[in-house]
């Protein structure tokens, strides 16, 4: 079994029931292909050619995999300082794999558990490093210290206003079109037609309202954009809401996904903060962080970020905020 192994197979005729087609199969396959995000499919095709790899060195046939071998391989990878984390996720790929192919899955069996086991008591579950919510403080620090009179400045001002107001993640940000908000008296509502937490394409809407001040409005900060924007591009350019500029040129490029955080990143640093832990995740965590400060209700808070899982949610960002501000470590006079 080699590392190219096609993680869905499609039936092959021999195993179709009577009356079924390989049309009938090829869109099978294609339906099972669909079941999982696109960024899944590559993360689970790349966990499978690291452990193939490692069965071809050892002579192992991946599938099925022996549950010896997966134990031996996990243990290995522990020792040279693979994170508890990510052996977890090895699991599931190989899992989803051997599932796909109607076969049992090895990490199930009594040896790989107790071997799972002893190798988080051994290394740790040590919790990742999360991105640092943004206060409403650090905020205006930012935008103070942005040049708003040119193209890079007044998308930058709109990017990080909409976002930290939305609680929108920064692939939402950057997948956003102007079809996409409807402006409202009230202030914006935002359609985001395919989020992380909403795989079916069911589609989403959050709102946006007006800012109290001036400097920090986001319906605003936006309208000042699309205003510069369709200057540049035309009344109706399709496309992006947000696009690259070169020098002080608009285009019609859409922005990476990992543009956002470089540019709230170096914006943050620009305006003195240390930006080791910003990422474009800092905007929404800071937006629920900031909302729990300020006595916003939970179901109100998860209304905006659209959690699922409310337990996400009150121990990511709601009880570290409540630690803090009930701390008995402040009245011991130090």
């Known amino acids: 079994m080699t590392s190219t192994l096609t993680l869905t197979p499609t039936p092959t005729p ?14 099978i ?19 499978w050619r690291v452990w193939a790899r490692w069965c071809t060195s050892r002579g192992i046939d991946p599938l099925p995999a022996n549950p010896a071998a997966l134990a031996a391989y996990l243990v290995e990878r522990a020792a040279d300082g693979t994170a508890v984390v990510t052996l977890n996720l090895a699991c599931t790929a190989i899992r ?3 599932l796909q192919h109607g076969l049992p899955n090895p990490a199930e069996t009594a040896l790989v558990r107790q071997v799972r ?3 988080r008591r051994t290394y740790g579950t040590a919790p990742q490093r999360q991105a640092r919510p943004l206060t409403v403080a650090e905020i205006r620090q930012i935008l103070e210290a942005i040049d708003r009179t040119v193209p ?30 409807d402006h409202q008296p009230a202030g914006l509502l935002v359609t985001i037609r395919h989020s992380k937490t909403d795989q079916e394409h069911r589609g989403q809407r959050v709102a946006v309202a ?30 992006a809401l947000f696009t690259r500029i070169w020098q002080s040129r608009i285009s019609d490029q859409p922005l990476g996904n990992h543009v956002v955080a470089r540019m709230l990143r170096h914006r943050a640093e620009q305006a003195g ?26 179901h109100r ?6 959690h699922k899982d409310l337990g996400v949610l009150l121990n990511r960002y709601i009880r570290p905020v409540e630690a803090l501000a009930t701390t008995s470590s402040r009245d011991l006079g130090l």
């Open 210 to 239: 007006h800012g109290s001040h001036a400097a920090t409005d986001p319906v605003a900060a936006l309208a000042t954009w699309t205003r510069l924007r369709r200057r540049q591009l035309g009344d109706d350019p399709g496309g």
């Open 29 to 47: 396959a294609a339906a099972l292909e669909a079941s999982h995000a696109e960024s899944t499919r590559i993360l689970y095709a790349h966990i």
């Open 152 to 181: 890079n400045g007044v998308r930058d001002t709109a990017i990080i206003l909409l976002g930290y107001a939305s609680a929108m993640r920064g692939s939402e940000l950057a997948a956003r079109t102007p079809a996409d908000i």
């Open 117 to 119: 086991l002893g190798l």
């Open 301 to 306: 808070i998860a209304a905006q970020t659209r």
């Open 273 to 298: 903060l240390d930006g080791t832990r910003i990422t474009a995740h800092s905007l929404r965590a800071g937006h629920a962080t900031s909302a729990a400060l300020a006595g916003v209700p939970l």
């Open 14 to 27: 021999s195993a179709l029931p009577t009356g079924l087609t390989v049309e009938d199969a090829v869109r």
């Open 96 to 98: 989803h794999v051997h």
